[in-house]
Structures are given as structure tokens and as C-alpha cells.
């Protein structure tokens, strides 16, 4: 057994406590002399294509890599995420994330799946995305289930096939996340009845972004998924995909089911200055990516900015901040034996100084940071 002492980040308080462990966590007692430090419980990323100069296109190196980099910034679980590309591209990134899921990463954070964004989306709503965009035909959707690794897709339900392809994904029990998607209120919600009749459990893949906005006549996608008590809602919180004010919006309506990702790309952790996403040059400059058109392409955030930048800029209380980075996460995707620190789940720690700077990462109760 194993001992940690800190300020605990439990779902209704802060405890100083002393945590008791193995691979899982054992007992949780109060003490009062607990040092200043925080330990939270391990960040769940479910929508991430890069970091530190590897994608999740690029194949199993990459993966392993990209993955440790995040794992260094309290990742420790983690859904490597495609792009749209030609579809012999997507499905050689598919098997490289089932191969390193099989083997693991030594020294690495979880590779729960993947995450199928593209190409499966609108072609008028790419964003960043390169222009490969294809409905979800039949055998496709077969394909990518085939490689049994794909957790979360990314669809816009006005796609033709897109009826019958939602409920396949929903009914092998795949999250079904509405995103790069033209479609409206209606359109929405419709799609969130044929994820939830089929079983599924609905989601959005970046709220806001690569999406219609909300309006007063018009109330567009967003509106359906946040007034739906199904579904949940990825969002990029690095303040400048979503402004802070929205973001306090969204989470006072989407109580428990508003979820941090990244949607970082290659050029996270290195340096500002040119780089590429899916196959298209980037630059990055003051935090921000940018195609060359102006749009926003992708992130170069980690998991403890946007938890950060919640409490700071968000206004959040640390239980609440922890739970956009790992408990909402958690329970989006069936993961029961994680996303909060309590008896019986697992010993998936991060531990932060008082200015929410990562000095220790724990994966099943290892050390690895």
C-alpha cells in the first residue's frame, strides 16, 4: 500500500486527507496537517490529435508519443483522435490506436479508444478539417466498428446515411457526438431521439465551433443538445474558442454533463510558428492555431490550462473545475472505475502546486511524472 497526503478534490468539498493505495484507491481519511497541494482525480481527455509534435495520423510511434506528452499534464486517460483524410488514411490511424491500446504505453496514460472525427462530417462545416468528407455508407460504418476501437464518432446527422449509421454506433455502443454539422434546432434534435431510442448516449463534439450559433429565431444545434438532459457537450476551454461568459452560460445549463477537451494538435508543447494539421499548414501565434484564412484549427491546450483557466477565468469552484476535466468526462463514456477520487475506483491521481502546476502524474496508482 501506498500513502499521498494533499488538499483531496472531492465532488462536493476539498479535504485535506491522506489517500490510501494500490492500483486502486483504498480508504480516504481527513488530516488536518495535509501539505497545501492539490490531488485531483486523473484528467480524461476524449478528443485530442496531437501534442509535442506527433498526430494521431502519423501511426504508433506517434500515438505513444503524443500521448506521454499529455499524459505530463494530468492525462491520464486518453482517446487519440483522427481526422478527416481519405479513408485508407483513417483506417490505418484506427489500427494503430487499436495496436497501442492492445501493448499499452509504458509510462503512459490510458488508451481507453479513439475518437472518429472525420470523415463523417458536412462538408460546408469543415473548419479545420481537410476536404475529404464522405456520408457514413454502410460498409464504412461496418469498417471503422471492425477495428473494435472506435469509443466516440464524430457525425452530422444531415449527412445522407446518417439515420441508419447513428443508430448503428449508438446501438455497439459507441458515442455518437454531433459536430462539423449544418444541421438545425430540429435537425438535432431528432438526431439526439434516434441516439437515445437506439440505446446511445448523445454528445457534441466542441460545442459552438464548426456549428451554427444560437439566435433568437434560429435556435440551432446548440440549444437542442443543451436543453436536452441526455446529451453532453465537448468544449475547448482554452478562452479562445468559447468566451469565458459562454462558457459560465453552458455550465450552469448543462449541469454534470458539460465535458474539457483539448483538440489539440501537433504543434502543442513545441514551439509558436509554423506547423501542419491533417496534411494543411497552421500557424500558431500568441496560443492561438490558425489556418491561413484566419479560422481556428485545432489547439495547442493541455487538460490543466483548461482546468485552470475554469477556475480563473471561469469562475469555477475546484470541485466543479475537476469535474469538467475528469468526472463529466467519466461518466459520457461508461467509465465507471474513474473520474473521481473515491474508495474502490482507480488510482488515477494528478497532483498540483497551489497555482494549479502538475508535479506528479498516477496511472493505477504508479508514479509516472
Known amino acids: 500500500m501506498t500513502t499521498i497526503e494533499g488538499h483531496v478534490v472531492l465532488p462536493d468539498q476539498v479535504l485535506p486527507a491522506r489517500v490510501t493505495y494500490d492500483s486502486v484507491i483504498r480508504s480516504i481519511e481527513p488530516f488536518l496537517a495535509a501539505p497545501r497541494r492539490l490531488i485531483l482525480p486523473g484528467f480524461i481527455d476524449g478528443h485530442v490529435h496531437g501534442g509535442a509534435g506527433a498526430d494521431t495520423m502519423d501511426g504508433p510511434d506517434a500515438i505513444r508519443r503524443l500521448s506521454r506528452f499529455h499524459l505530463a499534464h494530468g492525462t491520464t486517460t486518453i482517446l487519440p483522435t483522427t481526422i478527416t483524410r481519405p479513408w485508407a488514411d483513417v483506417m490505418s490511424a484506427l489500427r494503430a490506436v487499436a495496436e497501442v491500446k492492445a501493448q499499452g504505453v509504458e509510462n503512459g496514460p490510458d488508451i481507453y479508444g479513439a475518437h472518429l472525427e472525420g470523415p463523417f462530417v458536412s462538408p460546408h462545416k469543415l473548419g479545420a478539417q481537410p476536404p475529404f468528407a464522405v456520408a457514413p455508407e454502410p460498409a464504412l460504418v461496418e469498417e471503422a466498428l471492425s477495428t473494435g476501437v472506435v469509443k466516440v464518432v464524430t457525425l452530422a446527422p444531415e449527412l445522407d446515411h446518417a439515420e441508419d449509421a447513428i443508430g448503428r454506433f449508438s446501438r455497439a455502443g459507441v458515442r455518437v457526438s454531433l459536430g462539423h454539422t449544418t444541421t438545425d434546432y430540429e435537425g438535432a ?17 466542441h460545442l459552438f465551433n464548426a456549428m451554427s450559433p444560437i439566435e433568437g429565431r434560429r435556435p440551432g444545434p446548440v440549444t437542442a443538445l443543451i436543453c436536452s438532459d441526455a446529451a453532453y457537450g465537448e468544449m475547448i476551454f482554452d478562452t479562445h474558442h468559447v468566451h469565458p461568459a459562454t462558457f459560465r452560460l ?95 475506483l482507480r488510482a488515477d491521481f494528478v497532483v498540483m502546486d497551489e497555482d494549479f502546476v502538475v508535479q506528479e502524474t498516477h496511472v493505477r496508482g504508479m508514479r509516472t511524472t
Open 189 to 205: 434534435a431528432r438526431a439526439i431521439c434516434t441516439i437515445c431510442a437506439a440505446g446511445g448516449v448523445p454528445g457534441a463534439t
Open 250 to 344: 453552458v455550465e450552469r445549463n448543462m449541469p454534470g454533463r458539460l465535458l474539457f477537451v483539448t483538440d489539440a494538435m501537433r504543434g502543442a508543447g513545441g514551439p509558436e510558428g509554423e506547423s501542419t494539421l491533417g496534411g494543411q499548414a497552421v500557424m500558431i501565434r500568441d496560443g492561438v492555431v490558425r489556418l491561413p484564412d484566419g479560422s481556428l484549427a485545432g489547439s495547442v491546450l493541455t487538460l490543466d490550462v483548461a482546468f485552470r483557466n475554469a477556475v480563473t477565468a471561469g469562475g469555477m469552484s475546484l470541485p466543479r473545475a475537476a469535474a469538467l476535466v475528469s468526472g463529466n468526462a467519466a461518466r459520457y463514456l461508461g467509465l465507471h472505475d474513474r473520474g473521481r477520487i473515491a474508495p474502490g
